[in-house]
């Protein structure tokens, strides 16, 4: 769950060290005060797009760390990528900088915004203020249903099936639509490989041969100033060895007469050694020198036929490697395109596999989707909807990559009527409760630790507010719960209260975020209640409200 969450110069938040416990914790405050805020910068910290408008005005970053306690799934992800910190726990922290620019880490070692992302879906689960209305959207429902049924790997699967089966199928139709164009590069391709086998050529054998050449047409030269340079050191009439040893031995006695000497002594016996070792390896490279007429005149044939071969195909000597390797590739494509036959059967296997996932899939959609919609009547029913009916169709349609369904949610206002789209017959309270009571049935069924609820309660009070309310509680007790809310029914069902405030100074508007005791919470509720003016009657209210939140 979420531990702590730390914020510095974030939008007009100065600083902030925000402590979270276990159940349900309520976020309220005035409009504007800046609860989404803290939601906002908990994303970044977990891997949401970022930019410089995040950043306080005149102030050169933003930084925003969030602590978790760990799990052992969790554990194991971050030691497969020797990311682990403290033992139980989990910090994950966002600097974006004024020119836009973001550092990711992960327990203090930098990561990308990627694992990120991938970390906080282990981690956090948001539901936004606006679920009500992508309910409208038939993309959207079917999101949700995948969503509740944990369906999205079988969806994932499906995708790459119905994708894999799609290429097949482009691969025949250009097989089938270009023939003679097919067989014209297959030709030209033939023609263009013959021209190029024969020559044997891999890569980085055009400079070899090169540089065999060279050193082949210089051979004669190479052996006779080798010879006579190693003779000139050590082995000829009169060799620099030999005067460096009458030089030195000339010097050695004066030594004892004058110690410095020493130094240009130790210098030239140096040289003598180095040149005596110089002789040695120009000797050794002599006796290897290779005067081989033929190897020169078949190397030079293979260049010949290298630069005649790369005139003709207008290619550079050197690319004729890797433009063999290229062609060979394509006549091999352009070969199995040319077996119709074959691409029809891996086709229709391809498509063959695609159908019986599909329709697995379209099994456990119908499962997902009674055991949804039961849920969801039985929630309408404690939200002040009782009678009121979801369906939630699924019908085949054109193959997709998210499988073969139209998945449509429909309402009926009572149980004989006839079920209809949502979007023609729902009213935007309704909407509210039936995207609340659909995001309270996926949190349940969601194996993060932390759910959060941004105003998800949205267009909804009086006596659905309490239920709200108790709906969050008894989420809290199996999970962390974080809720943004406006209504004191749901704020008073709330094991702890965080009140976000905004402060005028002279440099501007600043956020503040507090803890609130027992009074305190009393003082919030009461003007949640009661608006600007809060009398003896809204803080009884209060009183009897935080009084009645025992489970």
Excluded at 152 to 157: L, N
Aim: overall charge negative; some cysteine; hydrophobic content about 45%.
């Amino acid at each position: 769950m979420l531990l702590s969450l730390h914020l510095r110069d974030f939008v007009i938040v100065d600083s902030a060290d925000i402590e979270f416990g276990a159940g349900f914790t309520a976020l309220t405050g005035e409009t504007g005060a800046g609860k989404s805020i803290l939601l906002d910068a908990l994303g970044l910290a977990l891997g949401a797009r970022g930019d410089a408008g995040v950043v306080r005005d005149t102030r050169p970053r933003a930084d925003i760390s969030a602590r978790f306690q760990s799990h052992p799934s969790l554990d194991a992800w971050l030691a497969e990528r020797d990311l682990t910190g403290d033992p139980g726990e989990l910090l994950l922290r966002r600097i974006v900088e004024a020119d836009g620019r973001s550092r990711a880490l992960i327990n203090g070692q930098p990561a990308t915004v990627a694992l990120l992302r991938e970390v906080g879906e282990q981690l956090v689960d948001v539901h936004g203020q606006h679920a009500a209305q992508s309910l409208l959207r038939s993309g959207a429902q079917r999101e949700l249903l995948d969503a509740f049924g944990a369906l999205q790997g079988s969806v994932s699967a499906v995708g790459v099936l119905f994708e894999r089966w799609q290429a097949l199928e482009r691969e025949l139709a250009a097989a089938r639509a270009g023939g003679r164009e097919q067989a014209l590069e297959r030709e030209r391709l033939q023609w263009q490989i013959a021209e190029l086998e024969p020559l044997g050529l891999a890569e980085g054998d055009w400079e070899a041969l090169n540089a065999e050449q060279k050193r082949l047409s210089h051979a004669a030269s190479l052996l006779a100033d080798t010879l006579g340079a190693s003779e000139a050191l050590n082995d000829g009439d009169s060799p620099i060895t030999a005067q460096l040893e009458t030089i030195v031995a000339r010097l050695q006695p004066l030594q004892v007469l004058d110690e410095r000497l020493r130094e240009p002594l130790e210098l030239l016996e140096s040289a003598r050694i180095q040149i005596e070792e110089a002789a040695s390896a120009l000797a050794t490279y002599a006796r290897r020198v290779d005067l081989d007429p033929a190897r020169l005149e078949e190397v030079e044939a293979r260049i010949s036929a290298a630069f005649s071969a790369a005139r003709k195909l207008r290619l550079a000597p050197e690319s004729l490697a890797g433009e063999l390797l290229v062609m060979q590739q394509r006549l091999a494509e352009l070969e199995r395109a040319q077996d119709l036959d074959a691409l029809e059967r891996r086709a229709a296997d391809a498509r063959a596999h695609f159908d019986k996932a599909a329709a697995l899939l379209s099994t456990e959609r119908r499962k997902a989707a009674r055991r949804l919609a039961d849920g969801v009547c039985r929630l309408l029913g404690e939200l002040g909807m009782g009678g009121t009916r979801l369906e939630i169709a699924l019908e085949a349609c054109a193959a997709s990559a998210s499988g073969a369904d139209a998945i449509e949610f429909r309402i009926a206002g009572h149980a004989a009527g006839t079920a209809r789209p949502l979007a023609r017959v729902a009213s935007g309270g309704e909407l509210s409760r039936i995207g609340l009571a659909i995001s309270v049935l996926a949190a349940q069924s969601s194996p993060v630790p932390t759910l959060i609820f941004d105003e998800a309660d949205a267009g909804v009070g009086g006596a659905v507010a309490e239920v709200i309310g108790n709906l969050m509680r008894k989420l809290g007790a199996n999970c962390q719960v974080l809720c943004v809310t406006h209504l004191p029914q749901v704020a008073a069902r709330a094991h702890q209260q965080l009140r976000v405030s905004r402060e005028h100074h002279a440099g501007g508007v600043l956020s503040r975020v507090q803890l609130l005791a027992r009074a305190e919470r009393v003082e919030e509720i009461a003007r949640m209640l009661g608006g600007v003016e809060i009398t003896a009657t809204t803080r009884k209210h209060a009183r009897e409200m935080l009084a009645a939140q025992s489970d």
